[in-house]
């Protein structure tokens, strides 16, 4: 498989290991997320869930082809809609998450649904019936997981993404679900989270001894993509802050900035201004705690 294949469904990425990869739809990528599959001994975890009833069922179909073994771990990388509304599918299984992603499930309620419906018209008919399901095993830190051969650290780098992150290393074969905190060739969205929390924890993944990354979004790949999105995290914070200090409004600094490569990615036009808006939110917490 090369690393840069960005077609979609199951790859196997080691012996037992795999990531389910959706490509942009016809809106863009919002939406359109991955997830991934761990095989044990005797049952399996997932990695997310996806959003949409379709969505979900095709990744469902695609782990009945690999294997036969039972889904009895649900790992929810955070709270957002597209990695979160297919977890009903796995029940009886333990659903395991930070314990901020537990807080926002609940408090967006099955309400959430509808909200989703409402953002994105688009899905709102694949996404009649969902019925939202919570996490019911929660951790602050990290939990490890025992999958057969498989050690799955599942642990929260920090606020990044969101504020209930939470990421899957398997140390043994190298390979990293990194949710969220990479998107791939798509522009991340950093509405939820903290802009500057963000580029320490991909400094900190950078460090770990992790050869292949699948992404939340965007084809599965390694370092040198994750830098190539954390070079662009950074520039988004270097112009945000010039702005931030001459009192120009996010509007024009996202007008102004120079985009290079992130034309081509996924979903820019809409994300660029609220991410230079969360990078604000950062500077204006930081002026206000006098840091
Ligand atoms: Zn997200």
Request: hydrophobic share 45%; glycine share 8%.
């Amino acid at each position: 498989m090369s690393l840069l294949d960005w077609s979609f469904g199951m790859k196997e990425l080691a012996d037992g290991v795999f990531a389910y990869v959706q490509p942009n739809g016809p809106h863009g990528n919002a939406g359109y997320s991955n997830a991934g599959l761990i095989v044990g001994d005797d049952y399996c975890a997932v990695v997310d869930t996806l959003g949409t009833r379709s969505m979900q069922q095709g990744f469902h179909d695609a782990i009945k082809r690999v294997t036969s073994k039972p889904v009895s771990r649900v790992l929810l990388t955070h709270h957002h809609a597209d990695h979160v509304f297919g977890v009903k599918r796995f029940m009886p299984a333990c659903v395991i998450a930070h314990r901020a992603c537990r807080n926002h499930m609940v408090q967006a309620g099955q309400g959430d649904v509808q909200r989703w419906a409402r953002k994105r018209p688009f899905f709102a008919p694949d996404l009649e019936g969902i019925e939202v399901v919570y996490p019911d095993l929660t951790f602050d830190d990290q939990v490890t997981l025992h999958l057969g051969a498989h050690e799955v650290k599942f642990f929260h780098p920090g606020v990044a993404h969101t504020d209930g992150d939470a990421v899957a290393w398997l140390p043994a074969t190298k390979i990293l679900f990194a949710g969220d905190l990479f998107f791939n060739r798509v522009c991340p969205a950093a509405f939820a989270g903290s802009l500057q929390g963000w580029i320490r924890a991909v400094k900190d993944i950078l460090q770990l001894d992790v050869d292949v990354i699948v992404p939340g979004h965007g084809p599965v790949a390694g370092k040198p993509e994750l830098r190539r999105m954390l070079d662009y995290l950074e520039l988004i914070l270097a112009h945000a802050r010039v702005g931030f200090l001459a009192n120009t409004e996010p509007e024009a600094v996202a007008h102004e900035m120079p985009l290079g490569e992130l034309r081509e990615w996924a979903d820019t036009e809409e994300r660029l201004l609220e991410d230079i808006r969360r990078a604000y939110a950062g500077f204006q917490a930081e002026t206000a705690s006098g840091a």
